[in-house]
């Protein structure tokens, strides 16, 4: 086989090779200009399984599960009116609220926290789901003067062995101008 044919063969197979790695793509949400990077595997779901995962109200309008919808990321473009400089006070709001409606909820980090330089605030808790228990990391910032929230959720059996491509997925939110290298979440 001569050194040109080599090379080629060589190439092939670095590509495919790679390929799964480099499979995470940025996707956009919205108008655009929010955007982040799922877990790898994780896959959008229809505005139909939503409804189903999210059952009681107000679903996310982006959800991103793994296989087994054991492990999601979702995404809500709240209607409440959140300036930044009002986000220490929805925090506090939130932070009062959250133990009436969440069954079960064991604190673990109540924070603010910056992502891609704007500041956010992170509740970090397990509570009881209706089969099993679930480990979530909320994230919420003003954006457009709302409420933006990212929930970072997996069971609490799961999670250790996805805290880190979570943590890698928060790290990757970019709140921006439209970007058209993204692909727009449907």
Known sequence: MSMIRKLVWLIVICCFIAQPISANERVALGDGRVSFIPPTGFKQLTKKEIARKYFRGNPPQYVFANDTV??????????????????????????????????????????????????????????????????????????????????????????????????????????????ATSRPAS
Do not use: C
Not at 109 to 130: C, L, N, P, Q
């Open 70 to 179: 054991s492990t999601t990321v979702a995404v809500t473009f709240s209607n409440a009116k959140v300036l930044p400089e009002q986000l220490s006070e929805y925090r506090e709001a939130m932070e009062a609220m959250f133990p009436r409606l969440v069954p079960g909820l064991q604190w673990l980090k109540r924070e603010f926290v910056v992502i891609d330089g704007r500041k956010w605030f992170h509740f970090e808790m397990t509570s009881y789901a209706i089969d099993t228990d679930i480990h979530n990391h909320l994230y919420s910032t003003s954006f457009d003067g709302k409420a933006l929230i990212f929930g970072f959720n997996s069971t609490v059996k799961e999670y250790p062995k996805m805290k880190k491509v979570l943590e890698k997925s928060v790290q990757s939110i970019k709140l921006s101008e439209k970007d």
